[in-house]
Structure formats: C-alpha cells, structure tokens
C-alpha cells in the first residue's frame, strides 16, 4: 500500500488539472488559478512522498508527467482559448494550445535530459501555468480587450518552455549565502512583490525568476568566454 501513495497523490494533482478545464471553459478564473495552485502542491507533495517512502517506480514518472501535462498545460491553454474568445467564436483562440503542446514538449525533454537533475532547462511547467494563474487573477478583463498582447505572450511563454536557458532550482541545498545566493535573492525580491502588490505579485514572481535565471546565465557564458 505504501508504494500506492504517491500515485494517489499524482491523481489528485491530475483530478484538480481536470477541475481546472473545466472552470477554464466556463470562464471562472479564480477557480482556475485555486485547480493551479492545488496541482503545484500535490505535484510538490508527490515528489516528497516519494522520497520520504522510497517508493519510486517508473510507473509514478510516467503518471506523474502525463498529470503535469493536463495540470500545467492543459489547463492553461484552456483558459487562454477562453480569454481570446469568451464567447467561443474566434478560430484564433485555438492559439492558446500552443501553451499545452510545448508544454508537453517540456515534459518530454525533462524525462530524457540528464543535464536536469539540479536545476532546470527551460521554464519548468508548474511555473509558467502559476504564471498564467496570476494574470487570469489580476488582469483578464485588460488581456479580454486586447487579444494581441495575449496571443504574443502565448508565443514567448511556449519558446520559454522548451528554451535552451538554464533555470535555477528553488531547493536549498543547506541555509548558507555560498551555496543558495540566488534562492535567497529570489526570495527577498518575492518578499518585497508580495508586500507592493499582494494578489497581483503572482505572475511578477514568475517574472522575477526568469530574469534571474536569464541574468545567471549570461554571466556563466561570459565566464566561460573569459576562461577559452
């Protein structure tokens, strides 16, 4: 029984993921982004059980990626359709399954990609579907009335999935400055979003991350440069 319960925990990420399209379709955002924020924690808590039980299979990795698909992909590109075309007569709404397909993409890659055992290749998809949670929360009405603005964010979110920039890892690996200078960064600047912005800071965090990881990585290729 006890190698069941992280699956049981996956298919409760993958039954909010299902709750999420259905509250995408029927245009309730806040319900949207709540199935969200519910699939990041039992994603969160599968991974721990795991670890903590020792009951790892390969059955779990593959439940557990085809969960993130609906949960993180699925979900958000079901509520972007919907916000490109409330009433459903747009074709170009179906612009908004991009974000599912690369996200798809993205957990393909991961499963395959030894390089991503520490940190991240590319958005990670919990990520970019709290990022989508966050403008659902704070700005759909202005994203509603302009459609083009929501469509090039689509674009670049699906490059950043599958995008050749590392991104950090928020795990610490002890609680010294050395080894976790950039979660702490992360941290103090979240602090400082959440307390100007409140609700609105969700989808400022995820920027704030991608900069710091785009800002790390420039920095490790000009050291690479300066040492050839």
């Given at each position: 029984?006890?190698?069941?319960?992280?699956n049981?925990?996956?298919?409760?990420?993958?039954?909010s993921?299902?709750?999420?399209?259905?509250?995408?379709f029927?245009?309730?955002?806040?319900?949207?982004?709540?199935?969200?924020?519910?699939?990041?924690?039992?994603?969160?808590?599968?991974?721990?059980?795991?670890?903590?039980?020792r009951?790892?299979?390969?059955?779990?990795?593959?439940?557990d990626?085809?969960a993130?698909?609906?949960?993180?992909?699925?979900?958000?590109?079901?509520?972007?359709?919907?916000?490109?075309?409330?009433?459903?007569s747009?074709n170009?709404?179906?612009?908004?399954?991009?974000?599912t397909?690369?996200?798809?993409?993205?957990?393909?890659k991961?499963?395959?990609?030894?390089?991503?055992?520490?940190?991240?290749?590319?958005?990670?998809?919990?990520?970019?579907?709290?990022?989508?949670?966050?403008?659902?929360?704070?700005?759909?009405?202005?994203?509603?009335?302009?459609?083009?603005?929501?469509?090039?964010?689509t674009?670049?979110?699906?490059?950043?999935?599958?995008?050749?920039?590392?991104?950090?890892?928020?795990?610490?690996?002890?609680?010294?400055?050395?080894?976790?200078?950039?979660?702490?960064?992360?941290l103090?600047?979240?602090?400082?979003?959440?307390?100007?912005?409140w609700?609105?800071?969700?989808?400022?965090?995820?920027?704030?991350?991608?900069?710091?990881?785009?800002?790390l990585?420039?920095?490790?290729?000009?050291?690479?440069?300066?040492?050839?």
């Amino acid at each position: 029984m006890i190698k069941h319960i992280p699956n049981t925990i996956t298919c409760l990420n993958l039954f909010s993921g299902c709750v999420g399209v259905w509250f995408a379709f029927n245009g309730n955002y806040e319900g949207v982004a709540l199935a969200i924020i519910f699939s990041a924690i039992f994603d969160f808590l599968d991974g721990m059980a795991a670890r903590l039980l020792r009951a790892y299979s390969p059955m779990g990795k593959e439940l557990d990626s085809l969960a993130d698909v609906v949960s993180f992909g699925l979900v958000p590109g079901a509520m972007i359709f919907h916000m490109l075309s409330p009433d459903f007569s747009h074709n170009y709404a179906f612009l908004g399954f991009l974000i599912t397909i690369f996200s798809a993409l993205r957990l393909a890659k991961f499963n395959i990609d030894e390089r991503q055992t520490s940190s991240f290749i590319g958005l990670p998809t919990p990520a970019n579907a709290i990022f989508w949670a966050g403008l659902s929360l704070a700005w759909s009405d202005w994203l509603i009335a302009n459609p083009y603005i929501l469509m090039g964010l689509t674009a670049i979110f699906s490059y950043l999935l599958v995008a050749e920039i590392p991104m950090f890892s928020l795990k610490f690996k002890n609680l010294s400055w050395k080894d976790n200078r950039l979660q702490f960064i992360f941290l103090g600047g979240a602090v400082l979003l959440i307390a100007f912005l409140w609700k609105k800071a969700i989808a400022p965090l995820i920027l704030w991350y991608i900069l710091l990881s785009v800002v790390l990585n420039f920095k490790n290729v000009e050291k690479k440069t300066e040492n050839q």
